[in-house]
Nanobody, 124 residues
């Protein structure tokens, strides 16, 4: 069974950090385009940080530039979203996604596999 499982969400104070993990099973994340998305209540799902499998194409939302970074552990078949200097407006459910396409990588429509999401709440 092909699936993605996120973890690492939680409640954090403004200015704090969290690292989200996304582990794949049933397929290798190598060479897949990976997208981190988020959806806040009443808002559409938006791309946060997306990167093609060859890592020659990246998208980073303006709202998280300089604060969020992507990494992967090939051996663990896991990708990560490191989130620093968190703000209340970062509060959302965060999803990871994987797909074969390498264009329009910030668009949710190109992704084939989605995780179940993990809640991130930034509040004092």
């Amino acid at each position: 069974q092909l699936q993605l499982v996120e973890s690492g969400g939680g409640l954090v104070q403004p200015g704090g950090s969290l690292r989200l993990s996304c582990a794949a099973s049933g397929f290798s994340l190598n060479y897949y385009t990976i997208g981190w998305f988020r959806q806040a209540p009443g808002k559409e799902r938006e791309g946060v940080l997306c990167i093609s499998g060859s890592e020659d194409s990246t998208y980073v939302a303006d709202s998280v530039k300089g604060r969020f970074t992507f990494s992967r552990d090939i051996a663990k078949n896991t990708v990560y979203l490191q989130m620093n200097s968190l703000k209340p407006e970062d509060t959302a459910i965060y999803y990871c996604a994987a797909g074969r396409k390498t264009t329009l990588i910030s668009s949710p429509e190109i992704y084939d596999y989605w995780g179940q999401g993990t809640q991130v709440t930034v509040a004092s």
